[in-house]
């Protein structure tokens, strides 16, 4: 099976300054990687993804990394904003399937 | 923005009663699904359908559980006889294509069992 973690469950970061949030996962043989942003009461809204066959991905303000040697994922967010406040999940799919594995979740808190 | 809708957004059900979760998942979309989240913990994978039939399911979706897509729009979660520990957010999402962008998910139904 599959099992995906955060590293941190809290990380608070000042406005303005840049945020990393970290994310391991086991199987080899995932191939396709979304990170999920979860306000309060809301559903997971899709930021950013990245398949197996790159190492890297940028969206607006964001930035996926993918270290498939050490099987390690990151969401880069610059000049995080008092918006960009909500738990931060990955999501890992394997074999070419549709199944999203969870992460437990990084609770991303932004100070004035 | 299209979105994925559910509804009730909160459910209230006594123990042993039948719940039927409704979503409507945006409309060019494939493949549904259904997640779940108790309180606190990790967003967890249900049943994926495609082509009006389950294509996989967790070791959660039980006999209990069951899915169905009625009619062209709505793809719903029954749930035959609820149990304390069925009390979640219930999550449906839509997507496109087989792990494609736009894998996009509904805001969700608390489920709440008492």
């Known amino acids: 099976g599959e099992s995906v973690g955060l590293h941190l469950p809290t990380l608070s970061v000042q406005e303005g300054d840049n945020s990393i949030i970290n994310c391991a996962y086991s199987?080899?043989?995932?191939?396709?990687f979304i990170w999920y942003k979860q306000e309060s009461g809301k559903g997971p809204q899709f930021i950013i993804d990245?398949?197996?066959?790159?190492d890297k991905r940028q969206g607006q303000r964001v930035t996926v990394l993918l270290n498939k040697t050490v099987k390690h994922l990151s969401l880069q967010i610059a000049a995080t904003q008092p918006g960009d406040s909500a738990v931060y999940f990955c999501?890992?799919?394997?074999?070419?399937?549709?199944?999203?594995?969870f992460g437990t979740g990084t609770q991303l808190k932004v100070e004035l | 923005e299209p979105e994925v809708t559910q509804t009730p957004s909160h459910q209230v059900t006594q123990m042993g009663q039948e719940v039927i979760l409704r979503c409507v998942p945006i409309?060019?979309?494939?493949?549904f699904y259904w997640y779940r989240q108790i309180l606190g913990q990790k967003v967890e994978f249900l049943v994926s359908?495609?082509?009006?039939?389950?294509?996989?399911k967790s070791e959660i979706f039980d006999d209990q559980f069951s899915v169905e897509r009625p009619d062209g729009s709505n793809f719903t979660l029954k749930i035959r006889s609820t149990k304390l520990e069925d009390s979640a957010m219930y999550f449906c999402?839509?997507?496109?294509?087989?792990?494609?962008?736009?894998?996009?998910f509904g805001s969700g139904t608390r489920l709440t069992v008492v």
């Open positions: 359908f495609y082509n009006n039939e389950i294509s996989e």
């Open positions: 999501a890992v799919s394997t074999g070419g399937g549709n199944k999203l594995t």
């Open positions: 999402a839509s997507s496109e294509l087989l792990q494609g962008r736009g894998y996009t």
């Open positions: 409309s060019n979309h494939l493949y």
């Open positions: 990245i398949r197996s066959n790159m």
């Open positions: 199987n080899s043989a995932s191939d396709y």
